[in-house]
Structure formats: structure tokens, C-alpha cells
T-cell receptor, first 117, second 116 residues
Framework: DGGITQSPKYLFRKEGQNVTLSCEQNLNHDAMYWYRQDPGQGLRLIYYSQIVNDFQKGDIAEGYSVSREKKESFPLTVTSAQKNPTAFYLC????????????????FGPGTRLTVL | AQSVAQPEDQVNVAEGNPLTVKCTYSVSGNPYLFWYVQYPNRGLQFLLKYITGDNLVKGSYGFEAEFNKSQTSFHLKKPSALVSDSALYFCAVRLRRDGNNRKLIWGLGTSLAVNP
């Protein structure tokens, strides 16, 4: 997990509330990612960003939003439009300058477990 | 559709015995291949990857994996399992033809239980 921090570790949300999950990396990586993990479903990509001020939707972007104003930070907001947000959320980063993007390795943070009350 | 299969949801092995966690893929071309491990309530840790060259790749914690092009497989192996190897293992691939693409295609994971 070294180099990528996620906070909080546990988060509880009431229905109808927006919540923001933090992800910070000090690895000088260009790309950052948000995944959602549910039991038996593996990892599903929510959003990813390959460069500051740019991001793309992943496979399950509905009900989520992101920003990438700084290279080190990629916060994820879970909006009230996300109908089933209870899950384990994982942030990852990859890609050092000068490397080849398609061969680089994603490194993961420790995760945030979100529970809707 | 591009996909990664981990055909076993769970693998049980006795401590000290060799272990194998299977991964097969169905993608166009020859992909880049990755293995990760996840301990309970933790993030994923990178184990190893195949980019090119020798089909046998050695990684962290004594794990290795063999790329088999004809069988489109990338099975993870360890000669002697430890109880501490008990975890969830994920295989992932990235399409080689996609230039700057960094997206991974993930398997659903295999739970490994090593019994003392």
C-alpha cells in the first residue's frame, strides 16, 4: 500500500447524502484510478485519469463523480444518484514519466469501506 | 468480448505442498499479464507481470507464473505453500495493441486457503 493513501478507512452514509472519498499518492504517477469491489464481482472500474485535469468514465461511472486538479490527488464523490453504494472502494495509480503506459503497473491504496445506513 | 477467467473460486492446499492458481484469457493479440494478491480488508498488492521474453516470470514472496501462448494461460504457482499465503488472488490483462491504454481487464478472483 505504500505511497497511496485513502481516507477514511470506514465511511457511513445516510441515504440521500453525497460523500467524498480521498485518494492521495506520492509516487509521482501520471495515472490514477477508482475501482469498486463487491463480493464475487471482482474489481470494476469507476473512473480513471491519465493526466491532470482530464478523466474518463470507466464501466460503472453512473452516480459517481471525480476531479483531478492536482497530480497527487483524485477524490471520488459518491452521489445520491448511486442507488447501491455500499462497497469497498479502491484507488490505484500507475505510470512514471518516461515509461510505456501499456506496460506500467497499478499500485493500490488500502481502500475505503462505504456503508449506507 | 475481451475477458479473463479464473476458473476456480476457491483453491485449498496443505501447507508445504505446491500451489497453482489458474488464469486463462480471451483477448485479441498477446496481452500484458498481471497477478495481484489481496488480504482481507486491504488493497491489492502487485505480485508479478509478464511483458515479454522468458515465459516464466518470478515475482514477490516466492511466487512465479508461466505464460502459455498456445493455451492462453498465465497460471500462478508456488513450490511450497505457507499458511500466510491464504488470500484472494486476481489475474488481470492489458491489451497490447491499445497504445497508451492503461486499463486492465480483471478476473473475478480466486480465494486461496492454505491449511496447516
Amino acid at each position: 500500500d505504500g505511497g497511496i493513501t485513502q481516507s477514511p478507512k470506514y465511511l457511513f452514509r445516510k441515504e440521500g447524502q453525497n460523500v467524498t472519498l480521498s485518494c492521495e499518492q506520492n509516487l509521482n504517477h501520471d495515472a490514477m484510478y477508482w475501482y469498486r469491489q463487491d463480493p464475487g464481482q471482482g474489481l470494476r472500474l469507476i473512473y480513471y485519469s491519465q493526466i491532470v485535469n482530464d478523466f474518463q468514465k470507466g464501466d460503472i461511472a453512473e452516480g459517481y463523480s471525480v476531479s483531478r486538479e492536482k497530480k497527487e490527488s483524485f477524490p471520488l464523490t459518491v452521489t445520491s444518484a448511486q442507488k447501491n453504494p455500499t462497497a469497498f472502494y479502491l484507488c490505484a495509480s500507475s505510470g512514471l514519466a518516461g515509461g510505456h503506459p501499456s506496460t506500467d503497473t497499478q499500485y493500490f491504496g488500502p481502500g475505503t469501506r462505504l456503508t449506507v445506513l | 468480448a475481451q475477458s479473463v477467467a479464473q476458473p476456480e473460486d476457491q483453491v485449498n492446499v496443505a501447507e508445504g505442498n505446491p500451489l497453482t492458481v489458474k488464469c486463462t484469457y480471451s483477448v485479441s493479440g498477446n496481452p500484458y499479464l498481471f497477478w495481484y494478491v489481496q488480504y482481507p480488508n486491504r488493497g491489492l498488492q502487485f505480485l508479478l507481470k509478464y511483458i515479454t521474453g522468458d515465459n516464466l516470470v518470478k515475482g514477490s514472496y516466492g511466487f512465479e507464473a508461466e505464460f502459455n501462448k498456445s493455451q492462453t494461460s498465465f497460471h500462478l504457482k508456488k513450490p511450497s505453500a505457507l499458511v500466510s499465503d491464504s488470500a484472494l488472488y486476481f489475474c488481470a490483462v492489458r491489451l497490447r495493441r491499445d497504445g497508451n491504454n492503461r486499463k486492465l481487464i480483471w478476473g473475478l478472483g480466486t480465494s486461496l486457503a492454505v491449511n496447516p
